[in-house]
């Protein structure tokens, strides 16, 4: 509660004439506020009771003088009051007056400003109970004050403010279109609205999957996923739109592209609602993001064929031809180690070639390409590019493998393995090949029929009782890990190692498969590392 506006003028770094009007057209400046009045030489105001920061700071939309009971019907939120007591008796009725302020209360004005020594010597003192009960500011106006100069006042500080504010959007606006024109141009439109308006920017593909965009600040983990939710729901739509999350924690969601053919959806963080200028601000990045995806996503239609292209070189081994179509029509591809990681059938996965097209704006840091079904990615020892071909899988939740891939080795054989270890990849993490476990040669079995053959070997098991069937499957595991020692094997199982070589005699009866030769044990022990049983 501030009694009183101590400390310097908040008008004092705007260049104000007799520190009223502002000369300089610098935005933001501060609006005209009970703090900006009461600081204002030219008038004798004075606060009858303690106002809050927030009620002296708080804009004031107009001021409009009346002396009628309900003046509320011609009055609008953030509206200031003013008066002379006109209506009020020198001992006024406290149930009127305490309706009175609480309808300007209710309306949301500004304050109440009462002009003493014309009507009343002083402010009544059930007025100012009243308006202390309320919690509406009141100020009392003392000496031949015309209310026509609070009103200039306020009128020229709202007219300068809004000058300032079309001046800072045009300058805005003209900063956001040099970006427009740079190569990574979206990138640049982003991160210079980000800039301007000191908050975190995002952008969501038509599927509604964030793109991640280099040194852009992400929507805060707490707010992503309702503003996920939200832009879901606006894209399902399939209409341009826009939303606003309300405040304190709140964003401005626009959609970006056309009705029949969205493009994306831009989210702006508003921790307060942005003010006109800042939408407009928004409006203009949303238009140029729209021209930017739409030239983008012709341009790389195009480009996606030469990709293609020299993904298929890369796969014959002409790694020489490949990286001077690479360097002549893309960019170049990324040198030195590398890493190839593969999402088998993501080729058509809603957005995810659009995304890989804004992230990869740097080809010698990362490439990717289209191979039939499957999406190919390479991409260097490099952090970023690691942690950004991570973040991406994670965020639309890909099978992903990957391989590593050296000059000179053979490019097929790395899209192969990295293929091959996207099968047992957790969704949303990438699965490298040379972190498999040591079991790789038995996929390779699987893979290639090695089950069905092991079904047939283990076949005649089915005709025992499962009880038996089980308890044959487990003394033969246990004794093949013990590298066929019995008494090691036995006391795993808690059998006497003469049980065990009955049941190890009676299941090469039974499979007919000659367990004293190393073939034969390496033979059952591939075919139950196959072979899943049903019971």
């Not at 790389?300 to 014959?316: F, I, K, N, W, Y």
């Not at 939740?397 to 050296?406: C, E, F, I, K, T």
């Amino acid at each position: 509660m501030s009694p009183v506006c101590d400390g310097p003028s908040p008008y004092a770094d705007h260049g104000f004439v007799g520190n009223l009007v502002p000369r300089s057209t610098d935005w933001p400046l501060m609006p005209a506020s009970l703090r900006g009045l009461l600081e204002a030489d030219a008038f004798d105001l004075r606060p009858l009771t303690p106002i809050t920061d927030d009620a002296l700071d708080r804009p004031i939309s107009w001021v409009h003088s009346s002396d009628m009971l309900d003046p509320t019907p011609w009055l609008e939120r953030g509206n200031l009051l003013l008066t002379n007591g006109a209506q009020f008796a020198s001992d006024p009725d406290a149930a009127e007056v305490a309706a009175y302020c609480r309808r300007l209360r209710e309306l949301g004005a500004a304050g109440l400003g009462f002009a003493v020594d014309i009507i009343h010597p002083e402010v009544p003192a059930a007025v100012v109970a009243a308006c202390v009960r309320e919690g509406l500011p009141i100020i009392q106006i003392a000496g031949p004050v015309p209310f026509i100069g609070i009103i200039r006042l306020v009128a020229d500080l709202i007219a300068a403010e809004r000058a300032a504010r079309f001046s800072w959007l045009l300058d805005a606006q003209r900063s956001v279109a040099r970006a427009a024109v740079r190569d990574d141009g979206l990138r640049e439109i982003l991160r210079t609205l980000s800039r301007l308006l000191g908050t975190w920017v995002e952008l969501y593909d038509a599927a509604g999957a964030r793109i991640a965009l280099p040194g852009l600040d992400p929507v805060p983990p707490a707010l992503e996923a309702a503003v996920g939710r939200e832009v879901r729901m606006l894209l399902q739509r399939r209409t341009a739109a826009s939303l606003l999350i309300p405040p304190p924690d709140g964003a401005l969601l626009q959609t970006i592209g056309q009705s029949s053919r969205l493009r994306g959806v831009l989210a702006v963080g508003a921790r307060e609602p942005l003010d006109p200028a800042g939408k407009d601000l928004v409006a203009t990045v949303v238009a140029l993001a729209s021209v930017a995806l739409e030239q983008q996503r012709q341009l790389q239609g195009a480009l996606r064929g030469v990709r293609e292209s020299v993904v298929e070189l890369l796969m014959s081994e002409q790694a020489g031809a490949a990286r001077k179509v690479a360097d002549i029509a893309l960019g170049g591809l990324p040198a030195g180690s590398t890493h190839v990681a593969v999402a088998p059938g993501a080729a058509d996965a809603a957005g995810l070639l659009d995304e890989l097209d804004i992230v990869a704006a740097t080809p010698e840091h990362l490439f990717h390409a289209r191979h039939g079904a499957d999406v190919v990615v390479i991409y260097g020892d490099g952090d970023e590019a690691r942690e950004g071909v991570a973040a991406l899988v994670e965020r639309r939740g890909l099978r992903v493998g990957s391989s590593p891939h050296a000059p000179g080795e053979s490019f097929a054989t790395a899209v192969r393995q990295a293929a091959y270890a996207s099968r047992s990849a957790v969704p949303g993490r990438v699965n490298a090949w040379d972190a498999l476990p040591g079991r790789v040669l038995v996929g390779a079995l699987r893979e290639g029929g090695g089950e069905l053959l092991a079904q047939s070997l283990l076949r005649p098991l089915d005709a025992l009782a499962s009880d038996e069937r089980r308890r044959l499957r487990d003394s033969a595991r246990a004794w093949i890990e013990a590298n066929g020692a019995w008494d090691p094997a036995a006391r795993a199982l808690g059998i006497h190692r003469h049980t065990l070589k009955a049941r190890i005699a009676q299941l090469e009866r039974v499979i007919e498969l000659d367990l004293s030769t190393f073939a034969g044990r390496a033979e059952l022990w591939a075919a139950l590392e196959l072979h899943t049983p049903s019971a």
